[in-house]
């Protein structure tokens, strides 16, 4: 009887020891699949506020001249002074990603497009987005109109607010400017150096 009684509780043990290696198997393979934290973290923002910024010039140029000179998604590069590359799909087809922020082309039209930046993880979403056109005027004018829309509820507070859209707005004038003088037969001065004045742009030729 007492042989039983060391068989029996030998077993037990064996088996109580098998099970806690198969808890301890689920409970390892459970935190391998966990993600970190931080990916965790919804990008959803609860309670959005978005906010526009329009910026338009007149160009002395047809709407298709100014857009075959400004218009390709990469032509960023050279008006808003910075590099850009086409990281996947075709220049000016839906869908396609230039560097600049790693944007996605999302619409386009004979004369205009649209882009947005995609999500970020761990990052909340501004729903950030931008749509450039050259607007038909006249038979030998036309107006180039840049549109940016995003959430900016995610700032400290209305002050902080104010300054980045002011400082967007500045930037991206900049860059409206940029291209008229590009599509007028200007050129443009080297990109200035982060807090240096920028330079007149040379006059466009006829």
């Not at 607010?161 to 443009?188: C, H, P, W, Y």
Request: aromatic share 6%; proline share 7%.
């Amino acid at each position: 009887m007492t042989e039983y009684k060391i068989a029996m509780k030998n077993q037990f043990s064996n088996t109580t020891a098998c099970c806690a290696l198969v808890l301890a198997g689920f409970a390892h393979i459970a935190g391998a699949q966990t993600p970190p934290p931080d990916t965790q973290a919804s990008v959803v923002v609860a309670n959005p506020t978005y906010t526009s910024i329009l910026m338009e010039v007149t160009v002395n140029r047809p709407a298709a001249e100014v857009w075959k000179r400004v218009g390709k998604y990469c032509d960023i590069g050279e008006w808003l002074q910075t590099s850009c590359t086409i990281l996947s799909g075709k220049d000016g087809e839906i869908g396609t990603v230039r560097s600049v922020g790693g944007e996605v082309l999302v619409g386009k039209t004979e004369l205009s497009y649209t882009y947005t930046q995609p999500p970020r993880a761990g990052r909340p979403y501004n729903l950030y987005h931008g749509t450039l056109e050259a607007r038909p005027l006249t038979a030998t004018t036309s107006k180039i109109v840049y549109t940016l829309m995003y959430d900016n509820s995610m700032m400290a507070d209305d002050a902080a607010r104010e300054k980045d859209k002011a400082q967007r707005t500045t930037r991206f004038t900049q860059a409206v400017q940029n291209m008229k003088i590009l599509a007028e037969g200007g050129s443009l001065p080297p990109a200035p150096a982060r807090g240096g004045a920028v330079q007149p742009a040379a006059a466009p030729g006829r």
